[in-house]
Every structure is written in structure tokens, then in C-alpha cells.
């Protein structure tokens, strides 16, 4: 994915400072700030020393800080440390581990979550069938939701943040008569959207459970119902729900709005 998106170039036109600059600067305000706070608090404890007890100069015997009765020195918190040796900055277009942890793969782009979708096809021929039945493209935002409390089982929800022409179809996007091919169109839409993974650890990995009643996909195209004070009002109102009780997938109204304007 890194390859698709990034080619490691800053685009800032608009004058302010990058986002990078300003964290380094904050961060280094912070380290200043840290280490004033550690010398005052040295001199601080060393005036205190100084004239702690009931000695005055005159006296041989070193001044000793009183403590009440019952008081114990408290001894200040040890700082958290990682349970495993942290990865030097690299390059690497990998996912890396740290010693003594393996990482694998539980549903990469065009795995099945059920027997309506064919194997992923490398060279693009998956149907948009296959694809609305397959987990999508380049996962994004994810979260874990154990069933019934478990560590071991649970629902893996996966964002597919955009897609990738080149790799949805065997000669790329193509267009017919300046049209693009109602078949190409709807395997772009079922790459997108989100995925509902039911998911299970088994001898200590991860897999996918095909053909559990919890998978399934949400696309652009998925119509889901409406509820609360917005339904039925003219916020929602679009050509494809006209009594504003349904929406497409997770666009917008306005963007559904957008889209039928630009079509009619």
C-alpha cells in the first residue's frame, strides 16, 4: 500500500508550518520544560537541607530532616518500560516485528468470508459478486468486538479506505463509448466500504470463520434504514429515498444529492 500512496514528498502550499516542524518543536519545549523542572526542584531540596532541624551554624553534628511519627519515605515510581527491544527507524516495505513475535495475515484483500466468493484472483478477473463477498482494499481504521467477553473470539471491523484501479481489473479502468462498464463500476464500489470479519483464535493464530452468519460487507450501495429525529426530515430526503427512510451505505445525503444532481 505504502508504494501506491507515498512518494515521501511534503505538500504544503499554504505557508503555515508542517504538522512535522510543529511537533519537534513542542517536543523540545517539553524536554527544556522537563529538565528546568528537575534543577529547581534540586535546589529547592538542597535549600530546604540547608536550614532544615533545629541546629544553627555554630553546630559540629550534620543537619537531619525530621519525619513524623508513623511516616514513611515514600520511593518515587519506576519509569514504564517496554516488554520488548523497540525497532530502529527503517525503510523496510514490510511489517516487522520485535524478537520473539510473529506476525500473520487474517484477511488480506479478496479473502472469502463465505462460499459465494470465488479465491482472489491476482490478475483482477474476481467478480463484483466475488468482491462483495470478500474482504476489500487497503484496510484502514479497525476495532475488536469479543463476543461475550472472549479474548479468543470475536468481530474484526475493517474500514477499506479507496481502492486501486490497476489491481481491480485485468487491463485496468476501461471506458465504452466514454462510459465506464457497469461491471467495473460495481467492483470498485464492493472494495470499498467496511467489513465485518467474525474471527477466531485457533492454536494460537487467528483466522477468519467462513461462513459465519457475522461476516459480511457494507459498501456505498448497502441501504440501510434510518432512525432517530433526522429521519423523514428534508436533510435526508434524496431521488433514491424520497421520504428520507433510507441511505445508501455511509455517504452523506448531500453527497448522494450531489451525485444524482450531476447525473440527471
Known amino acids: ?51 532544615g532541624g533545629s541546629h544553627d551554624d555554630d553546630d559540629d553534628e550534620a543537619a537531619t530532616p525530621e519525619t513524623g511519627p508513623g511516616t514513611t519515605p515514600t520511593t518515587p515510581p519506576q519509569a514504564l518500560k517496554l516488554g520488548f527491544d523497540s ?33 482472489w484472483d491476482k490478475n483482477g478477473n474476481n467478480s463484483s459478486n466475488d468482491l462483495l463477498n470478500s474482504t476489500g482494499m ?37 471506458r ?4 465506464r462498464p457497469a461491471e467495473e463500476v460495481r467492483k470498485e464500489v464492493n472494495a470499498h466500504g467496511v467489513a465485518v470479519m467474525h474471527i477466531r483464535k485457533d492454536n494460537g493464530r487467528w483466522q477468519i470463520v467462513n461462513n459465519s452468519r457475522f461476516n459480511r460487507r457494507f459498501t456505498s450501495a448497502t441501504a440501510m434504514k434510518l432512525a432517530g429525529p433526522v429521519a423523514g426530515t428534508d436533510w435526508v430526503k434524496t431521488p433514491f429515498s424520497p ?22
Open 1 to 51: 500500500m505504502s508504494k501506491s500512496i507515498t512518494d515521501k514528498v511534503i505538500r504544503n502550499s499554504s505557508g503555515n508550518l508542517p504538522f512535522s516542524e510543529i511537533l519537534e518543536r513542542n517536543l523540545s519545549r517539553r524536554a527544556v520544560m522537563r529538565g528546568s523542572l528537575a534543577a529547581l526542584a534540586t535546589m529547592g531540596s538542597l535549600s530546604l537541607a540547608a536550614c
Open 87 to 119: 525497532l530502529p527507524a527503517s525503510m523496510t516495505d514490510a511489517c516487522v516485528v520485535p524478537a520473539g513475535y510473529v506476525a500473520h495475515v487474517i484477511g488480506a484483500w479478496g479473502t472469502p468470508l463465505n462460499d459465494n466468493a470465488q479465491a
Open 138 to 174: 487497503h484496510h484502514d481504521g479497525m476495532h475488536y468486538f469479543p463476543l461475550e467477553g472472549s479474548a479468543t473470539e470475536g468481530l474484526l471491523v475493517v474500514n477499506h479506505e479507496y481502492i486501486d484501479q490497476g489491481a481491480l481489473h485485468p487491463n485496468g479502468a476501461t
Open 176 to 179: 465504452v463509448a466514454g462510459k
Open 243 to 264: 421520504n428520507g427512510s433510507q441511505v445508501r451505505g455511509d455517504l452523506p445525503p448531500d453527497l448522494v444529492r450531489h451525485r444524482h444532481r450531476a447525473q440527471g
